[in-house]
């Protein structure tokens, strides 16, 4: 894939985003590419040529995002329709999806203008809620669905099917369904398993659970789960990657099932995902001169 036409989009409330997005852009000028910035980007930085997101994704062959992984989920679900490849620049600390960080920024674009590349297809999900056969809440997200209790309910009770077979009624503070992507997410913080993001799979995890056994359980890719919100107390909240949520009530149905869109994300050209979950998670290096085993 040849990149000539590279998009920017940035978190404009971070500090400094203005001036790394303008040394982006010259360079990438520089280099003879074109360059569209997002609206909020171009107003942050005083251009007048901002490109809203759906004419952004038909004009460009990559996306370059400034910001850290809450960045990239609302991009992901904003560009989710495009198939446009996206590349994650941390301002910060290393992030789980924005892999490159900012002191490898130049490197990284040469290497990808070059066509040394490779992409990670990320499996979405696609969530409907309804009440009485209206539609109450839906969209699509790449890390997780979460229905929690309200603020002042008690448990809830969530009644679970996959492809229509009942599974179990959950009383629990809630319920996490969760890509590979998302299980390094909430679902981690809650028990769950890690996944390896080129997998196809869902998380089903119950949120403390009043019953012990009901444990976390990883389903195949193609079921359809179906959740029943059963309370006598003030409903629940539906949360799409932590980041836009709808009210539920009692009676409410929550059908999640894999999306047909997928989010293409650039691979870093400097560490692969075995080194973000060591860095991250604070996992042991590789073994030092005192290991029994080394040489």
Same mark, same amino acid.
């Given at each position: ?171 629990? %503070? ?47 890719? %193609? ?73």
């Amino acid at each position: 894939m040849h990149i000539k036409k590279i998009g920017i989009v940035a978190n404009i409330a971070k500090e400094k985003s203005s001036a790394y997005v303008i040394r982006l852009r010259d360079w990438l000028l520089h280099q003879g590419l074109q360059v569209f910035l997002d609206d909020a980007v171009a107003i942050r930085i005083g251009e007048s040529t901002g490109l809203e997101r759906s004419n952004l994704a038909a004009a460009v062959d990559l996306i370059v995002v400034f910001g850290g992984d809450g960045t990239m989920l609302r991009v992901a679900r904003a560009f989710c329709g495009y198939n446009i490849p996206i590349l994650g620049i941390n301002i910060g600390g290393l992030g789980y999806l924005t892999e490159v960080n900012l002191n490898e920024m130049i490197n990284a674009l040469g290497m990808i203008i070059e066509g040394n590349f490779k992409t990670e297809k990320r499996m979405m999900l696609d969530v409907v809620a309804d009440r009485h056969g209206e539609t109450v809440g839906e969209g699509t997200v790449l890390n997780e669905v979460v229905i929690n209790r309200a603020n002042l309910s008690r448990i809830v009770e969530l009644e679970t099917a996959i492809n229509d077979r009942h599974l179990a009624t959950f009383k629990a %503070d809630g319920l996490i369904i969760a890509t590979p992507t998302g299980s390094t997410a909430y679902s981690l913080s809650a028990g769950g398993p890690i996944i390896f993001p080129e997998q196809n799979a869902m998380i089903l995890n119950p949120i403390c659970a009043h019953t012990l056994t009901n444990r976390p359980v990883i389903l195949p890719e %193609d079921v359809r789960v179906k959740v029943i919100l059963w309370t006598k107390e003030q409903g629940a909240t539906l949360t799409l990657d932590g980041q836009v949520s709808f009210t539920l009530k009692s009676g409410d149905t929550i059908r999640v099932q894999k999306s047909r869109y997928v989010t293409t994300l650039v691979a870093s050209p400097h560490r692969d995902y075995l080194e973000i979950l060591r860095t991250k998670l604070g996992w042991g290096g590789l073994p030092t001169g005192n290991h029994p085993d080394a040489d």
